[in-house]
């Protein structure tokens, strides 16, 4: 497998969903190039696709035609075990409710991918404790998601992203549930980790501040990519 070096490319993508006869297509047309260390925001209502291409540029979902380039490797001819490791190497999420698990702390969901990832406990604990340090979290680290605000969740959950240092962060609504004072800063730690480690990002998202903060927008209506929008630098 090449070096992750974060860039994504779409080739001719259309996509539908169903079986036999009854089919709803989605997806029509898709071309896309992303850069490596880009702060894309991927927009559109409700129905317009965007989530789908979210979950395709993930590899958990194969296009019906086309083809999806991820760090220079075709993902959608990986059987299901190769895109399975080329997640955990190249890849990390952010999700709107967090999806962390109830039952153990902060410490311990961030330390989840390092454990599938081989790494041994020592060094397990010492990587998550200073991920979590480094998203404001240095009190919080044995408190477990009830006990921390949507905020303080929401860090989790982008600490677990970064701890295996992937090329690329695929976010779904992640300031969806904040107010707004919260997303703002969740949307500043994004940024600096963008910044900081040259980590692609694209977030799909109904929220202006994201799309305005961003260094690309991507606009999708009825499947199809109708705008590119660069920010002025």
Known sequence: MANATGELT?????HSYGTGKIKVPVLFDINLHINQGEFVALCGSSGSGK?????LLAGLTKPEEGKIFVSG???SRFNENELCLFRRKCMGFIFQSY??????????????PLIFSGVSGKKRRQKATEILNRVG?????DHRPNELSGGQQQRVSIARALVNQPSIILADEPTGNLDSKTE???LALMREMNRENGTTFIIVTHEQEVAE????VIYMQDGRIVEKRTRPA
């Open 213 to 216: 903060r961003s260094d690309r």
């Open 137 to 141: 979290l240095e009190g919080r680290i």
């Open 10 to 14: 779409v080739k001719e993508v259309n």
């Open 51 to 55: 989530s789908t291409l979210l979950n």
């Open 99 to 112: 999806n962390l698990l109830p039952n153990l702390t902060a410490l311990e969901n961030v330390e989840l």
């Open 184 to 186: 703002l800063e969740i």
């Open 73 to 75: 490797e075709e993902i």
